[in-house]
C-alpha cells in the first residue's frame, strides 16, 4: 500500500519529508527541491523547479500542479546594501552579472528599481525578469 498522496503542498514551506508524500518524489529529490529553494531565496513558480540539475522532468509533468507558491515568503536580495559575493551566490548571477550590478550601484549611489539593471549589457530581459522576484531596492 503506498503512502504517496494526491495532496497540495505550498512549495516555499514544504520540508523534505512533505515532498516525499507526493507520488514520484523520493527522497533525493525532496532534497533536491529543498536545496535550490535555498539557493534562489525561495520559489516565484512551481516551473523553477525544471532548473534543478538532474531532476525527472517527466515526474515534474505529473507532480508540478499538486504545488501552490507563496511568494510572501521569498527572501530578498538588498541591491543596494549587498556584496559581489553574496550577489553571485544567487543561482541567476554569474559573477561578471554581480559585479556589473555591484559597479552600477557603486557609479549611480542607489538603484532604485529593477529598470535600472536595463542599462547592463550582461543581464538580459530574461535574466532581469527572474532577478525581479529576488531584489529589493530600498
Same mark, same amino acid.
Given at each position: 500500500?503506498?503512502?504517496?498522496?494526491?495532496?497540495?503542498?505550498?512549495?516555499?514551506?514544504?520540508?523534505?519529508?512533505?515532498?516525499?508524500?507526493?507520488?514520484?518524489?523520493?527522497?533525493?529529490?525532496?532534497?533536491? $527541491?529543498?536545496?535550490? #529553494?535555498? &539557493?534562489?531565496?525561495? *520559489?516565484?513558480?512551481? !516551473? %523553477?523547479? @525544471?532548473? +534543478?540539475?538532474?531532476?525527472?522532468?517527466?515526474?515534474?509533468?505529473?507532480?508540478?500542479?499538486?504545488?501552490?507558491?507563496?511568494?510572501?515568503?521569498?527572501?530578498?536580495?538588498?541591491?543596494?546594501? $549587498?556584496?559581489?559575493? #553574496?550577489? &553571485?551566490?544567487?543561482? *541567476?548571477?554569474?559573477? !561578471? %552579472?554581480? @559585479?556589473? +550590478?555591484?559597479?552600477?550601484?557603486?557609479?549611480?549611489?542607489?538603484?532604485?528599481?529593477?529598470?535600472?539593471?536595463?542599462?547592463?549589457?550582461?543581464?538580459?530581459?530574461?535574466?532581469?525578469?527572474?532577478?525581479?522576484?529576488?531584489?529589493?531596492?530600498?
Amino acid at each position: 500500500v503506498s503512502h504517496k498522496r494526491d495532496t497540495v503542498l505550498e512549495l516555499n514551506t514544504a520540508d523534505t519529508s512533505q515532498l516525499q508524500m507526493l507520488r514520484g518524489i523520493g527522497r533525493w529529490t525532496a532534497v533536491q $527541491i529543498v536545496r535550490y #529553494r535555498e &539557493q534562489l531565496g525561495g *520559489y516565484y513558480a512551481a !516551473e %523553477q523547479l @525544471r532548473e +534543478i540539475p538532474h531532476i525527472d522532468q517527466q515526474m515534474l509533468d505529473t507532480v508540478l500542479k499538486r504545488f501552490t507558491v507563496n511568494t510572501q515568503y521569498i527572501t530578498l536580495l538588498p541591491v543596494n546594501r $549587498i556584496s559581489v559575493a #553574496r550577489l &553571485q551566490r544567487h543561482p *541567476y548571477l554569474r559573477f !561578471e %552579472q554581480a @559585479r556589473d +550590478i555591484y559597479e552600477l550601484r557603486r557609479n549611480c549611489i542607489t538603484l532604485h528599481s529593477i529598470d535600472d539593471l536595463h542599462s547592463l549589457p550582461s543581464l538580459s530581459d530574461e535574466d532581469i525578469n527572474r532577478l525581479n522576484h529576488y531584489l529589493s531596492f530600498e
